[in-house]
């Protein structure tokens, strides 16, 4: 398929939606929109059963690159003005798809809790389950968070959740600074981001802040931070993230998890159907 994104006039007169867009992603994502870019504010669009043969093609933009990342479609295009923008996928009142097309600068004059459409942990059926690690020696409890835990021998990570079929879809690795800077000495860290960057989703979490990197005691300043440059360029897939204190850590691992099981339900919803109304 070629990698260009078109414009068209959309042929139907009672249209509310007059313009046509042909996204290079996947198949190809074929849409109504209500305007043909986001200028001044979000464009609403409608999926487009089939784009038409003889389509009346305004625009005609070579693609520099065009990725679904969950819920999202980040599109940029080859010219100098009016070329990176991003369609969002959600659900709107009564569970009809809302495909939203936008910029940053108009994403961020929208409404709070209008910027990043998706699902809250909140919006998940029942109780969070957390899946820990039978060797996790003390594992976090989650007693303050609405999340239930059980215990399960992971391939990778601490802490993990799973999908409706049963499928790890995000896992963390926990550590604290005297396990990041063993595991950065030894070499491990390497074997374990690999495994972590397998899954769908993952991330490490380190009970502690940067700085107490740059200051350890048993290695030279600078040593440890330019390991963990090394590996985090390496296994980008997998974030690093530090925290001041175990309680942070925790909060953080149960909302990062949370919020990996919505995208991917809500991610399983909106690509699942066409509902083009």
């Not at 601490?158 to 550590?175: C, F, G, N, P």
């Not at 850590?249 to 809500?266: C, I």
Request: glycine content about 6%; overall charge neutral.
């Amino acid at each position: 398929m070629s990698r260009r994104f078109l414009v068209a006039r959309n042929p139907d007169p009672a249209s509310t939606l007059p313009y046509l867009l042909l996204v290079p992603v996947g198949d190809g994502l074929a849409l109504k929109a209500r305007d043909s870019w986001p200028r001044t504010s979000r464009v609403y669009c409608h999926r487009l059963d089939e784009w038409p043969a003889d389509a009346d093609i305004i625009e005609d933009v070579p693609v520099l690159e065009c990725h679904r990342r969950g819920v999202a479609v980040d599109l940029v295009l080859d010219r100098k003005r009016e070329y990176r923008s991003q369609f969002v996928f959600t659900r709107m009142a009564g569970g009809r798809e809302g495909i939203f097309w936008q910029t940053r600068k108009v994403a961020s004059t929208a409404r709070p809790g209008a910027r990043i459409p998706g699902r809250r942990i909140s919006d998940l059926p029942g109780t969070l389950t957390i899946l820990v690690d039978t060797r996790e020696r003390y594992p976090y409890r989650f007693a303050k968070q609405q999340a239930e835990t059980e215990r399960l021998a992971l391939v990778a990570g601490d802490y993990a959740v799973r999908d409706a079929e049963s499928t790890i879809v995000a896992a963390v690795e926990r550590k604290t600074i005297g396990d990041l800077a063993g595991s950065l000495n030894d070499g491990s860290l390497a074997f374990e981001l690999a495994k972590l960057s397998s899954l769908p989703r993952s991330a490490l979490v380190v009970e502690d802040r940067y700085a107490a990197l740059l200051k350890h005691a048993h290695a030279p300043t600078g040593y440890l931070p330019d390991l963990l440059a090394r590996v985090q360029v390496r296994y980008p897939e997998t974030p690093i993230v530090f925290l001041e204190t175990r309680s942070l850590a925790e909060e953080w691992t149960y909302r990062w998890l949370g919020a990996v099981l919505a995208e991917h339900t809500a991610e399983g919803d909106t690509w699942g159907d066409h509902d083009d109304g």
